[in-house]
């Protein structure tokens, strides 16, 4: 569990820089903190074909 | 600040500050267990209930469904594993929903009810429980999906406010679960035997997967198992396996590996047994045990023909047909 952890981390750090180098300093921060733009819930849509199971 | 220990499921993981549980979604922050998943969906959908699968409980509604990213099984061949093997930092979509913010949509979309589905709702809890209590406040029902890896308090807590269940047995062998889905076996069938007891409208699906649990004699032991101990009237889904994730080397299932399962649970006693994703297969549709008069007829997730009286009996024999109709 721990390694995942980890992994996580390093993911996370290793994707934020991925975004400043692809230029998005909002994406870069907000996936630096786990927090990337929240949509409202009025912005589904809840009729969209899915494939998810279940 | 130092450790904690989340006791939701059998799991027990013990997380580090500023780590998190197997689930990835459930973590430790100055010494607390917050799950930051809630209000936080990343799947909203309205489905008919049929697609969860359910068949004996309010056939042909619409379902206000949501999950979280996150799960606390691994299986190798999940459908789902862009939503369920994830934290929420990792999705694309994340909506702000509260429970509030749920029932009035789902109200809104004039929907019978609100799933918890798609990925486990077991790792979103808290957040599965606060919307179901707001939901029936509203006259919602609410109907919970998962694989029923769930320790016994949280389980009987969670049935005092959810109305149906879909619990998914993916195969009567422990092996099965530790090799395939990092989980064991036990705490499924705990599960499923609260909810009954709990007076959870509970349905059981079984993913048949070409060699790793089709074995004839394991199917028997699960019909068996499912008859003495959830009742011959439980619904079992017996569901067809198609190649995802981690498991593209297997062919989907056989069409006869599908009925052999069926007449099996047949054989068992079980009086519904039905076949699933197989467009258009007559084993999508419920028989009266009685007479084998067709009562509800379905083709996919469609119900084209409805003949149960307003009590739920065969209108010819007047047998009465479990479920909550
Ligand atoms: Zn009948």
């Keep these: 569990m721990k ?48 494939d998810l199971a279940g | 600040m130092g450790d904690v220990t989340c006791e939701l499921c059998p799991r027990y993981c013990t997380i580090p500050e500023g780590g998190a549980g197997d689930c990835r979604v459930r973590v430790n922050i100055d010494g607390k267990l917050v799950a930051t998943t809630y209000g936080r969906p990343s799947s909203v959908h309205i489905d008919p209930v049929e697609k969860k699968p359910l ?22 061949n999940c459908q789902n594993w ?3 093997q994830r934290g929420g ?7 702000r929903a509260e429970p509030a913010d749920v029932v009035d949509a789902a109200l809104a979309e004039n929907c019978h009810s609100i799933a918890y589905t798609y990925s486990d709702p ?115 889904h017996i569901s067809r396996f198609t190649p995802h994730y981690q498991m593209r080397n297997l062919p989907p299932t056989p069409v006869e590996s599908l009925h052999r399962v069926w007449n099996e649970a ?21 028989y009266c045990p009685n007479d084998n008069t067709r009562l509800i007829h379905r083709v996919g997730f469609s119900v084209e023909e409805y003949n149960l009286t307003s009590d739920g009996r065969c209108p010819v024999c007047n047998q009465k047909v479990s479920g909550v109709w």
């Excluded at chain 2, 068949?55 to 190798?76: E, M, Q």
């Excluded at chain 2, 530790?178 to 909810?195: E, F, H, Q, T, Y």
Aim: with cysteine; proline share 3%.
């Design chain 2, 122 to 236: 077991i790792i979103f809890y808290e957040y599965v429980y606060d919307t179901s209590v707001l939901a029936h406040d509203h006259g919602l029902k609410n109907i919970f999906v998962t694989a029923g890896y769930i320790n016994e308090k949280p389980m009987r807590r969670l049935c005092q406010v959810i109305d149906a269940t879909n619990i998914d047995l993916k195969a009567f062998d422990d092996g099965f679960y530790r090799r395939n889905c990092s989980g064991s076996l036990k705490p499924v069938l705990d599960a499923m035997v609260i909810a009954r007891e709990e007076g959870v409208w509970l349905e059981v699906t079984n993913l048949v997967i070409p060699t790793l649990n089709d074995d004839i004699a394991t199917v028997r032991r699960m019909a068996h198992w499912i008859r003495d101990n959830l009742g011959e009237q439980t619904p079992l």
């Design chain 2, 55 to 76: 068949y004996h409980f309010h056939p042909g509604s619409a379902v206000f469904s949501i999950a979280t990213a996150g799960c606390n099984l691994h299986c190798r």
């Design chain 2, 89 to 95: 930092e990792e999705m694309e979509r994340i909506y």
């Design chain 2, 82 to 84: 862009q939503l369920s």
């Design chain 1, 3 to 50: 390694s995942r952890n980890r992994i996580s981390t390093m993911r996370r750090r290793f994707l934020a820089l991925l975004a400043v180098f692809s230029g998005s300093l909002l994406t870069s921060r907000s996936v630096a903190t786990g927090k990337q733009r929240q949509l409202s819930l009025h912005e589904a849509d809840f009729y969209k074909p899915h």
């Design chain 2, 266 to 286: 047949r054989d068992a006693g079980l009086k519904y047994v039905y076949i699933g994703n197989i467009y258009g297969h007559k084993s999508e549709s419920t």
